[in-house]
């Protein structure tokens, strides 16, 4: 008898747990794929988040820059730490999905245009 309340309490600890569970983050769609953004210029950069919270980029002009990134509130932060360390995070919204283009501003301050890219390009 007391295994069954102890595998029933069990299970009504997991529904609960799942039911409280935070809704995965947009962002885990990007690991493993490319975020290309688009400049006014149609020159791309490419930007490649690590599930370990590291990133690698390409700028529109090919210069190859990485770093770490976190979540604050409903932004994306980017932290570089090469090819010269940055004393200060850009940070821009995170869309509610990446199934789309959006649109957002560059650190430079351009409207860009952005969308995942199936794979690592």
């Known amino acids: 008898m007391n295994r069954l309340f102890a595998a029933a309490g069990l299970g009504a600890a997991l529904i609960a747990s799942t039911a409280?569970?935070?809704?995965?983050?947009?962002?885990?769609?990007?690991?493993?794929?490319?975020?290309?953004?688009?400049?006014?210029?149609?020159?791309?950069g490419e930007l490649y988040l690590e599930a370990g919270g590291g990133y690698t980029a390409k700028g529109r002009r090919g210069d190859p820059s990485s770093g770490h990134?976190?979540?604050?509130?409903?932004?994306?932060?980017?932290?570089?730490?090469?090819?010269?360390?940055?004393?200060?995070?850009?940070?821009?919204?995170?869309?509610?999905?990446?199934?789309?283009?959006?649109?957002?501003?560059?650190v430079t301050g351009e409207r860009i245009r952005v969308h995942l890219e199936h794979g690592h390009q």
């Open 20 to 44: 409280v569970a935070a809704p995965p983050s947009p962002l885990e769609k990007a690991f493993g794929n490319t975020i290309v953004s688009t400049y006014p210029d149609g020159r791309k």
């Open 69 to 106: 990134w976190k979540v604050k509130g409903a932004k994306l932060c980017l932290s570089q730490s090469r090819p010269i360390p940055s004393p200060f995070s850009f940070c821009t919204p995170i869309p509610r999905t990446m199934t789309t283009t959006w649109s957002a501003k560059a």
